[in-house]
T-cell receptor, first 114, second 115 residues
């Protein structure tokens, strides 16, 4: 069965510093990978997704993620964060043979400090 | 404006009192889904619907019911709520069930407390 692990429950970082949010997945088949962001008191929004092709995926708000098949990882990065990036970030995976089912990780709270 | 709406946004109820959380989307999406979000567990899928009159269980369906009589609406029904159903609930929709081409759009959430 597929699963998603986000090892860091909270990541504090200073404004304008780089950040990496880690995501590892487990699946016996090929997968699609997603990052969602949840701002306080809001629903989730899609940041970016990996379907196929280039392993480096660029998303909204300056975020990018790299798919590493050998390490089964899909880490999210941003070179310089802003206060407004403070939110909870969820990694999710969907297996290619059952693409209607989305499995989420437990989330990482990014706290950007001035 | 394209959106997914949920009502109510906040609800406090007591054990055993039937309740319904409504979900509606105005994007003519075929696929709709309900999730619950609990601290440390992320989002877990309760039920989903591929189209009108087609529903199926997700990972945590116990204690919940759904119906899909119209394309735009996908209500979540708790026939006899219990305290372990206290959670934050999200409804989501996408054009079709194939996530390779679709983005899931989420509602604002419903915070439910069962006493």
């Amino acid at each position: 069965a597929q699963s998603v692990t986000q090892l860091d429950s909270q990541v504090p970082v200073f404004e304008e510093a780089p950040v990496e949010l880690r995501c590892n997945y487990s699946s016996s088949v090929s997968v699609y990978l997603f990052w969602y962001v949840q701002y306080p008191n809001q629903g989730l929004q899609l940041l970016l997704k990996y379907l196929s092709g280039s392993t480096l995926v660029k998303g909204i708000n300056g975020f990018e993620a790299e798919f590493n098949k050998s390490q089964t990882s899909f880490h999210l990065r941003k070179p310089s964060v802003h206060i407004s990036d403070t939110a909870e970030y969820f990694c999710a995976v969907s297996e290619m043979d059952s693409s209607y089912k989305l499995i989420f990780g437990s989330g990482t709270r990014l706290l950007v400090r001035p | 404006e394209a959106q997914v709406t949920q009502n109510p946004r906040y609800l406090i109820t007591v054990t055993g009192k039937k309740l319904t959380v409504t979900c509606s989307q105005n994007m003519n999406h075929e696929y709709m889904s309900w999730y619950r979000q609990d601290p440390g567990l992320g989002l877990r899928q309760i039920y989903y619907s591929m189209n009108v009159e087609v529903t199926d269980k997700g990972d945590v369906p116990e204690g919940y019911k759904v119906s899909r009589k119209e394309k735009r609406n996908f209500p979540l029904i708790l026939e006899s709520p219990s305290p372990n159903q206290t959670s934050l609930y999200f409804c989501a929709s996408s054009l079709i069930g194939g996530l390779s081409t679709d983005t899931q759009y989420f509602g604002p959430g419903t915070r439910l407390t069962v006493l």
